[in-house]
């Protein structure tokens, strides 16, 4: 149901140093770690002016923190949280400027919620790298009481601030972060289809 | 696509506002306000010159706000192909003319959160319209303009007197340059940089961002190039089944409206892409002139933008 080729959501590839850039910001969550390191020792080779924000929050218990800090390229953050990721990204952005490429790598929320801090700072396309790694969790946001569900890996969530039962949609939207999600038996309460996990 | 619509307008004011640069102001004959449009907007003029109408591209300076009258700057160009001295000797107050609707290829980006606006010599009328558009924003930005003389700073002199310290005029004449490193570097997230003058000033502004490492997307200019006077060629044309010829001082896209042909346009300077047509059969070279086609394109010989470029060759056939 609703399986489609979304066209909202980002264009996630497989992170490429990018020599034309001047000033270079990493991101990542759990096992998205691996691919930083991997793009900044490529990004190392030619420009010294790196920056990793790094969280250790993992689904796999994937943890690169050590690995990173070891490898001593450029300069290395490492939050507890995903809020404090996304707040130390936020900060490094204020003080770039013109000539900066941000790499990021882990799940889709957290490919979101970097790309919600990128957007605000007019970073395009061109100066932008999603890696997806890790789960295909979705991020639900409640279309009705407009609360968030995080880790979402069906194709129905009973949302847990209003309690509607919602039917996650395909459409995305880059604004939220979040998938939509739509409550599903407003006409007959109750009337429910079986729930699925689709999104692991 | 459908010929271009045209507004009927009568020229209400002449100002000559520097010793090359004159400006004109453009109502409705019959009062109605004009279309709405936004900062970097421009018109194509269609003057009635003597063997042909001329039909040339000009940036609109006045405000988004007032539609009562249109304000365009022409630069007087005596080695060109007639439409600039056209506007000088022949246009005066009262004058008709007839305006293709308002096109934007230069717009401001609406993300941004800085504006360098770089300018040389008439390059300064599209910026003229936009900072209206800036004023009634929180975006920051700036102007950098260069000129040839203090006679020539007029419209930069005005804007200095509204816009204060934004503006930085630099005068040739006094030994003046900018010095695009500096007038790049360290600047904030979110900057776009925009610059219309002479080709050589576009392609070093360019070439110092990237330099910097800027990314294409926060990169603009604006550049409408006149078609170049070339050999005289012949084209038949698929479509309509008519053999046309185009002699040296018309453009390709000139030729087939004189042959009665309608064929899309709307920048006539080789930008916005409009006029693109498929090459059938070129049995020589075609002499690419636009800044549209990818180069890609250019080096496959299908495709031609024939308000600026030409063939040179025995045999062209176009899909028009």
Redesign the interface.
């Given at each position: 149901m609703l399986i489609t080729e979304i066209k909202s959501k980002p264009i996630y590839t497989t992170l490429k140093p990018d020599v034309?850039?001047?000033?270079h910001v990493l991101t990542g969550q759990g096992s998205g770690g691996d691919a930083l390191l991997s793009v900044a020792s490529q990004i190392w080779e030619f420009a010294p002016h790196l920056h990793i924000v790094y969280s250790t929050v993992s689904e796999s218990g994937e943890n690169h923190a050590r690995a990173l800090q070891d490898s001593k390229l450029g300069k290395v953050e490492i939050h507890a949280t995903i809020t404090g990721a996304i707040a130390g990204l936020e900060r490094t952005?204020a003080g770039?400027?013109?000539?900066?490429?941000l790499y990021v790598a882990g799940s889709e929320s957290f490919i979101g919620s970097a790309l919600q801090v990128a957007?605000a700072?007019?970073?395009?396309?061109?100066?932008v790298q999603c890696q997806h790694v890790g789960t295909s969790a979705r991020r639900v946001y409640c279309i009705h009481c407009r609360g968030y569900n995080e880790n979402v890996t069906t194709n129905m969530v009973q949302c847990r601030r209003c309690g509607r039962q919602l039917l996650v949609r395909d459409h995305y939207s880059k604004r939220l972060a979040s998938y939509m999600g739509l409550m599903i038996d407003a006409e007959v309460p109750g009337d429910l289809p079986p729930v699925e996990e689709l999104y692991r | 696509m459908r010929q271009a619509e045209t507004i009927p307008v009568k020229v209400t004011r002449v100002e000559q506002l520097t010793p090359l640069i004159k400006e004109f102001r453009l109502s409705r004959r019959n009062g109605d306000l004009l279309p709405a449009f936004s900062g970097g907007c421009h018109v194509v003029v269609v003057m009635p010159g003597a063997k042909r109408a001329i039909r040339n591209p000009y940036s609109l300076m006045s405000s988004p706000y007032e539609l009562d009258t249109y304000r365009i700057a022409v630069r007087r160009m005596e080695q060109s192909r007639g439409g600039s001295v056209f506007m000088h000797d022949q246009v005066k107050p009262g004058t008709e003319l007839d305006i293709a609707y308002p096109v934007n290829l230069f717009p401001l980006?609406k993300?941004?959160?800085q504006h360098i606006l770089i300018a040389g010599g008439v390059g300064i009328t599209p910026f003229v319209g936009m900072i209206h558009d800036l004023h009634h924003g929180a975006v920051p930005f700036e102007l950098h303009y260069a000129v040839a003389g203090r006679e020539h700073a007029t419209i930069g002199e005005k804007l200095k007197r509204e816009d204060g310290d934004v503006v930085n005029i630099y005068d040739a004449s006094a030994g003046e340059r900018m010095n695009f490193t500096k007038i790049?570097?360290?600047?904030?997230?979110?900057?776009h940089v925009y610059t219309c003058g002479p080709a050589g000033m576009i392609e070093e502004v360019a070439e110092t961002?990237?330099y910097?490492?800027?990314?294409?997307?926060?990169i603009h200019w604006e550049q409408f190039s006149a078609p170049p006077v070339g050999e005289p060629f012949d084209v038949y044309l698929a479509h309509s089944k008519i053999e046309v010829h185009v002699p040296a001082e018309l453009s390709l896209l000139e030729a087939i409206e004189v042959a009665g042909v309608n064929a899309p346009y709307q920048c006539r300077g080789g930008v916005c892409g409009t006029c693109e047509t498929d090459v059938i059969e070129c049995d020589g070279e075609i002499l690419h002139n636009d800044h549209y086609l990818s180069h890609e394109d250019k080096i496959s010989g299908k495709k031609i933008m024939p308000c600026i470029s030409r063939a040179r060759c025995r045999r062209l056939v176009l899909d028009r």
């Amino acid at each position: 149901m609703l399986i489609t080729e979304i066209k909202s959501k980002p264009i996630y590839t497989t992170l490429k140093p990018d020599v034309r850039g001047r000033f270079h910001v990493l991101t990542g969550q759990g096992s998205g770690g691996d691919a930083l390191l991997s793009v900044a020792s490529q990004i190392w080779e030619f420009a010294p002016h790196l920056h990793i924000v790094y969280s250790t929050v993992s689904e796999s218990g994937e943890n690169h923190a050590r690995a990173l800090q070891d490898s001593k390229l450029g300069k290395v953050e490492i939050h507890a949280t995903i809020t404090g990721a996304i707040a130390g990204l936020e900060r490094t952005l204020a003080g770039c400027v013109m000539g900066t490429r941000l790499y990021v790598a882990g799940s889709e929320s957290f490919i979101g919620s970097a790309l919600q801090v990128a957007n605000a700072y007019n970073l395009s396309a061109d100066e932008v790298q999603c890696q997806h790694v890790g789960t295909s969790a979705r991020r639900v946001y409640c279309i009705h009481c407009r609360g968030y569900n995080e880790n979402v890996t069906t194709n129905m969530v009973q949302c847990r601030r209003c309690g509607r039962q919602l039917l996650v949609r395909d459409h995305y939207s880059k604004r939220l972060a979040s998938y939509m999600g739509l409550m599903i038996d407003a006409e007959v309460p109750g009337d429910l289809p079986p729930v699925e996990e689709l999104y692991r | 696509m459908r010929q271009a619509e045209t507004i009927p307008v009568k020229v209400t004011r002449v100002e000559q506002l520097t010793p090359l640069i004159k400006e004109f102001r453009l109502s409705r004959r019959n009062g109605d306000l004009l279309p709405a449009f936004s900062g970097g907007c421009h018109v194509v003029v269609v003057m009635p010159g003597a063997k042909r109408a001329i039909r040339n591209p000009y940036s609109l300076m006045s405000s988004p706000y007032e539609l009562d009258t249109y304000r365009i700057a022409v630069r007087r160009m005596e080695q060109s192909r007639g439409g600039s001295v056209f506007m000088h000797d022949q246009v005066k107050p009262g004058t008709e003319l007839d305006i293709a609707y308002p096109v934007n290829l230069f717009p401001l980006s609406k993300f941004a959160r800085q504006h360098i606006l770089i300018a040389g010599g008439v390059g300064i009328t599209p910026f003229v319209g936009m900072i209206h558009d800036l004023h009634h924003g929180a975006v920051p930005f700036e102007l950098h303009y260069a000129v040839a003389g203090r006679e020539h700073a007029t419209i930069g002199e005005k804007l200095k007197r509204e816009d204060g310290d934004v503006v930085n005029i630099y005068d040739a004449s006094a030994g003046e340059r900018m010095n695009f490193t500096k007038i790049l570097s360290d600047r904030p997230l979110g900057t776009h940089v925009y610059t219309c003058g002479p080709a050589g000033m576009i392609e070093e502004v360019a070439e110092t961002a990237r330099y910097l490492g800027w990314a294409d997307s926060h990169i603009h200019w604006e550049q409408f190039s006149a078609p170049p006077v070339g050999e005289p060629f012949d084209v038949y044309l698929a479509h309509s089944k008519i053999e046309v010829h185009v002699p040296a001082e018309l453009s390709l896209l000139e030729a087939i409206e004189v042959a009665g042909v309608n064929a899309p346009y709307q920048c006539r300077g080789g930008v916005c892409g409009t006029c693109e047509t498929d090459v059938i059969e070129c049995d020589g070279e075609i002499l690419h002139n636009d800044h549209y086609l990818s180069h890609e394109d250019k080096i496959s010989g299908k495709k031609i933008m024939p308000c600026i470029s030409r063939a040179r060759c025995r045999r062209l056939v176009l899909d028009r």
